[in-house]
């Protein structure tokens, strides 16, 4: 089912409602099908369960009003800060601690191991901290020199 045979809402509790012909399916969660690569195409909503209720294609193909509503949901569920600089790490033995300059804010993290640096492409890396939350280079070429030289020691 595509989005174009429903309607798009919120209930009284916020909460994404998808109103086909025959059923309100509520709590519905937008899920990127290429969260890194094509962020604003292939979008399911599924129910709590699971189970895809409808498929968006693109996001711009909705109106304004149900494009502002799936974004508003998927920035309220998604967290991965980028990268933009590398201001210096603690070791180049694992465990480090790395600080860091992303799109939100300077931060610090732990780096357990160099396996929780993913290449995802030969310039995109993913980095994973001790808890479990996900940093994203996106293109490496365009960090400065320092902060390429530091992530050398661990590729």
């Known amino acids: 089912m595509n989005l174009s045979d429903c309607k798009l809402s919120r209930n009284a509790f916020g909460k994404l409602i998808v109103t086909t012909k025959d ?32 498929w968006i294609d693109s996001l711009a193909e909705l109106s304004e009003t149900e494009r502002i ?25 694992t465990p480090s601690t790395w600080q860091v300059q992303t799109d939100r804010g300077e931060t610090c993290f732990i780096l357990k191991g160099e396996e929780d640096i993913r290449r995802l492409s ?24 320092h902060s390429n030289k530091l992530l050398d020691r661990f590729l």
């Open 69 to 93: 509503l799936i974004e508003q949901e998927l920035a309220s569920r998604e967290f991965m800060p980028e990268i933009k600089c590398i201001d210096r790490v603690s070791s180049f033995a």
């Open 122 to 145: 030969l310039a995109t890396l993913l980095i994973t901290d001790s808890y479990g939350i996900h940093f994203l280079i996106r293109d490496r070429s365009m960090l400065d020199r």
């Open 23 to 54: 059923q309100i399916h509520e709590g519905v969660v937008p899920v990127r099908s290429f969260p890194i690569t094509a962020i604003n195409e292939g979008i399911a909503l599924v129910d709590g369960h699971g189970h895809e209720v409808t």
